[in-house]
């Protein structure tokens, strides 16, 4: 039986079209996306940076790297949840993101947090 990590941040995500924002003439798609961090683990954690792979329809990836999120680097105790909100735009109407977020323990162990593939996509409508 596998022991649970004592380090261990699940990421869920929620993702939505911001129509106001797009301009699919231009090929300009607006997304927004909430992700609620958790800290499952043993020991408190810290955000330090994050790593992004966005690649839209067309086979076109950009790498986003940068501090915290949101301007912050949240402490999470065990059990805490940190939810933040954010957006991409894309030249596509339909694109993926996954990455990672790099993290520290309390006890100065670093660890990442896998953000799982997710897609952004415009809402479709069936008649």
């Known amino acids: 039986?596998?022991?649970?990590?004592?380090?261990?941040?699940?990421?869920?995500?929620q993702?939505?079209?911001?129509?106001?924002?797009?301009v699919p003439g231009e090929n300009r798609y607006v997304?927004?996306?909430?992700?609620?961090?958790?800290?499952?683990?043993?020991?408190?954690a810290r955000l330090l940076t994050r790593h992004w792979v966005i690649t839209d329809a067309n086979g076109k990836i950009e790498e986003v790297n940068g501090e915290g999120v949101v301007g912050e680097q949240p402490w999470?105790?065990?059990?805490?949840?940190f939810e933040y909100t954010?957006?991409?735009?894309?030249?596509?109407?339909?694109?993926?993101?996954?990455g990672s977020y790099q993290m520290v323990a309390d006890d100065g162990t670093r660890?990442?947090?896998p953000i799982p593939a997710f897609t952004l996509s415009i809402p479709r409508t069936l008649h």
Request: proline share 7%; aromatic share 8%.
């Open 15 to 22: 993702t939505r079209f911001i129509p106001d924002q797009s």
């Open 86 to 98: 954010s957006g991409a735009v894309l030249e596509t109407a339909v694109g993926t993101m996954h």
């Open 76 to 81: 999470m105790r065990p059990g805490d949840d």
């Open 111 to 113: 660890f990442e947090a």
């Open 31 to 44: 997304f927004a996306y909430t992700i609620t961090l958790h800290n499952d683990g043993m020991i408190p």
């Open 1 to 13: 039986m596998n022991e649970k990590s004592p380090y261990t941040i699940n990421v869920q995500v």
